[in-house]
């Protein structure tokens, strides 16, 4: 075991001084590391989180390497937005980390002994000084979008999306949901013109009528508010590789906020070609 662990920092050593002179990042055969990262929140809910004396912002992300080019994470930042897009720039951080991902069946997974391939890293969303913030602000519904970034082993500088979460301090309707269409062709200035398309999503409820306002946002951008139904939001342009994060915050006539989300590939999105006809009062 003592030799394996010696094998292990002695290759590890040897990267780091390739590495260092910026071999693998020069050279075309080291691509840079792709990672799928999802986050569940533990906690469901406010109203449980109290009951269970639970941590409400606890959030377990999983990272799966996608090629065979490893990754260190370095950091997580926590960008905090209301339910409208407007950023809470007194709450935005970052948080530091030592997360590394290491493919399967690659040398340095050899040496290590390492047979899983996901990684999984817990943090909190809603410490005490944020839900501080956003109570004496009376501010019903935070989005906090998260964007992990670091170094793969090719000495690429990474940046990967981790998601957005959203949390309403006012508990409403118990069953919202979301569903996604898309127009081919609409173009975004930041993809190619060749993938790109135009993403959009409409609310999936029960019964219409007692909702009174939906605030959208995708991918970390307000896509609109819509206060009668169908509740469609606007479409955001991305590519059709993109993975798309919808979130919104649903009022009803009672006075409560409910958080919808959903996350999907743009690929898979665009293959609904419209959102589902909905009547005021009907599923």
Sequence with gaps: MRGKTLVFYAFLSVLFFLSSCGWFSDNPMFPKAKVSITGEVLVPSLSIASAESKNWGL???TFTPLNRVGVKITQCRLEYRKADGTVLAALTRTIGTSIDIIPPQTPMASVAGMENASVTWEADLLPSDVEAYIRSNRIPVVIVNVTFSGTDYA???VSYRGGDFGFSMLEGLPSVDLEFFCTVGGG?????TESSVQVGCALKVDDATVIK??????NGQSAGVDTTPPFVSESVGVSLSDTVTAVA?????NGGISIATKTQKAGEICQIPSPSPRTPGGS
């Design 59 to 61: 959030t377990q992300f």
């Design 213 to 218: 306002k939906v605030e959208f946002s995708i």
């Design 249 to 253: 915050a649903v009022y009803d006539v």
């Design 188 to 192: 975004c200035p930041s993809c190619d």
């Design 155 to 157: 000495t690429h500088a």
